[in-house]
C-alpha cells in the first residue's frame, strides 16, 4: 500500500476516522458520518433552545464542543449524514440513544423544498431548527424515540401507528407549551423575541405549506387528494397537519381552527372516496 494513498486518505476523512474511531460513538455505530456543515447554524439553534426551556428540559450540547463524553445530564446533538436518500427527516432523537442527530444537507433541502413556489416565503433554517430541537427534546422528556437508524439507513420504528402518532404529538405539545409560555411574556427581552421568532417561522410554514395546496394543488381540497392530505408514512408523518395543529396550538384564534379543521375534512374525503356528484 503507497504510503501517499494511507495520508492523502487520512487527510480526507481525518474528521470521519477521529470521531468513528471512538469507542461507543452512536454516530458511527448506526453506520453515519460525522459532518462539520451546519455547525454554526446548529450552535445557535442549541442557545436560542436553551433560553427557551431554562430548566423545563435536558441541556443540549453540540458533540463537537465537549469531545470525549458530556456531563451525564446534558445531551448531545451529532451532525450527520447518510447515504444520499437514506436520511429523510431533518432531525430525531435515534433509538437507543440519548441524544439528538441532526442532518444539516436534509435540513437545507426540506427548507429550500418548502420555500419554492408561487405565493412562497422564504424560511429561515435557523429558526425552523430550533422549534424541530424544541420537538426532539419532546421526546427526550418522553423517552419516546422518534426513528431507527441502522447500517446507514433510517427506518421507521417498529412500533404501532397510532403510538407513534402519540409520540409525535406529545414531542410537539412540548415545543407548544415552551412557545407559548415565552412568547406570552409581557416583558419584551431576547427569550419572547426569541420564541416570537420561531411561531412567526411556523406562521410562515403554515402559509407555505397553504400555498402548495391551494396554488399548487388547486382542486385537491374538494376531494381531499392523497398526495396531498396523507401521510408520507415516515416517522415525522404528517408533517402539514402536524405544522397547522401546532399552531392552532399556540395562536388559539378562529382562523387557525379553521384552516385546521379544513385539513381534516379534506383528508376525510380523501379517506371515503365517494363522487362529488351524485348521479340522478
Ligand atoms: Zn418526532
Redo the contacts with the bound molecule.
Sequence with gaps: MSCAWVVVGALASSILVTDAARAGDPVADRGLLHTQEGRQLAERAIDQVAKLVADDGPRLVPSWRAPGGQASEAVPVYLVEGKPGAIVTPA?VPSGCRCVFVSPSVLKKWIQRNSAGPGRVSLDDGNFLVFILM??MG?LKKGTP?AAFHDGEMSQLNIEPSRAKA??ED?DDFAVAVLKLRSKQTKANDVSLAANWVVLELTKLNWNMQAFRTLDEFGAFAVGKPSVFFDNGY??PNLAWRILRVNDRIQQTKETRYLLEAYEQARDRGANLQPLYQRK
Excluded: L
Aim: no cysteine; net charge negative.
Design positions: 430525531a420537538h426532539e421526546h422518534g409520540a409525535e414531542a416517522t415525522h
